[in-house]
């Protein structure tokens, strides 16, 4: 298959270029604006090919490992770049509800105009499948387990860009026939995330550095934390699996775990790895957060055939690991 993965250079699209090289016989090429990832991360998987803007270069899928330059912002060239593809998986986003509440506008074109850019793009070049990467910020404040089919209140302008986006995707696959498939991700943790703001990152580099852990809140509110491994074997059948197209599906493990209880955890596999004590202490709630958040997956496992299966203890050695070593 012909793989076009906006923004690749991020840890959850390099992790999906590792399994696709690993697997063999595939073409990928790489649209980033370099924003967060870099030429380098992506060197870090394997040579690539970098492509100008010319239409003509762009037309040719030669390379096993390509990137392109820019910004689905950019209407054009998204267009040009994902020309000839078979799947397109739509990473490229402002991500998270802090800087969202910062800045709503940017977040909003970037998550909105850009997915709609994506999105045209997939039509005009016919594309077989397009994968959006959405999150549970969309069904916002409820009570979980959240599924596919409540109805969305999102609770901060991050989760209402989302939204917008999964509603985009949803009209173009009953007006124009592309195939979207729309996954809402738990709180996702894995090797590679040395430049995520997220909990587990941050929170093994505050560690590693000899600084105090701070968790907004009390520490009781609940999140559904999911390994990168299963999250990229989803993306992969989302992509991939007949009969799916239009669907939405939650991507995370049924199971809800307190901040509190995650970063216990999280203290033991430090000083398992690193043999380092760290600590931690409350701090004020953050404006915009959901309490409780966790997700059935039910219907994921029955249409994808997918379930996930790394434990959160595991999974979280192995991303100790990955920061120490």
Not at 196 to 209: E, G, R
Request: net charge negative.
């Amino acid at each position: 298959m012909k793989w076009l993965i906006t923004g690749g250079c991020g840890f959850i699209g390099r992790a999906l270029i590792r399994r696709l090289l690993a697997e063999g016989g595939h073409q990928i090429r790489v649209f980033d604006n370099l924003s967060v990832g870099s030429r380098e991360d992506l060197a870090s998987e394997a040579e690539f090919a970098e492509l100008s803007d010319e239409i003509d270069e762009l037309n040719t899928w030669s390379e096993d490992l390509a990137l392109v330059v820019g910004d689905i912002l950019d209407a054009s060239l998204t267009e040009s770049a994902i020309s000839g593809a078979d799947a397109v998986i739509h990473l490229a986003a402002n991500t998270g509800v802090g800087p969202s509440v910062e800045d709503p506008h940017s977040d909003c074109h970037t998550n909105v105009i850009g997915t709609l850019n994506v999105l045209e793009g997939c039509r005009n070049a016919k594309v077989g499948r397009m994968v959006f990467a959405s999150s549970g910020a969309p069904i916002g404040v409820q009570e979980p387990p959240l599924h596919e089919e409540m109805a969305a209140h999102p609770a901060s302008p991050y989760g209402a860009s989302k939204l917008a986006g999964e509603g985009y995707c949803s009209a173009y696959y009953h007006c124009f026939d592309v195939e979207t498939v729309v996954l809402r991700f738990g709180n996702v943790y894995g090797e590679g995330s040395t430049k995520k703001a997220s909990v587990v990152a941050k929170f093994i580099k505050q560690a590693l550095a000899g600084e105090t852990l701070e968790i907004y809140g009390d520490g009781t509110q609940t999140r559904d934390f999911i390994y990168l491994g299963d999250l990229v074997q989803a993306v992969y059948l989302a992509a991939t699996v007949k009969g799916v197209g239009g669907e939405c599906f939650q991507i995370a493990t049924s199971a809800e775990t307190n901040l509190a209880g995650l970063t216990e955890k999280l203290l033991d596999a430090i000083r398992e790895v690193a043999g380092i004590e760290a600590t931690w202490i409350n701090g004020e709630q953050r404006q915009g957060d959901v309490e409780r958040n966790f997700s059935d997956t039910s219907k994921a496992k029955a249409r994808l055939n997918w379930v996930a299966e790394t434990t959160l203890e595991d999974g979280l050695r192995k991303t100790v690991k990955f920061f120490v070593h």
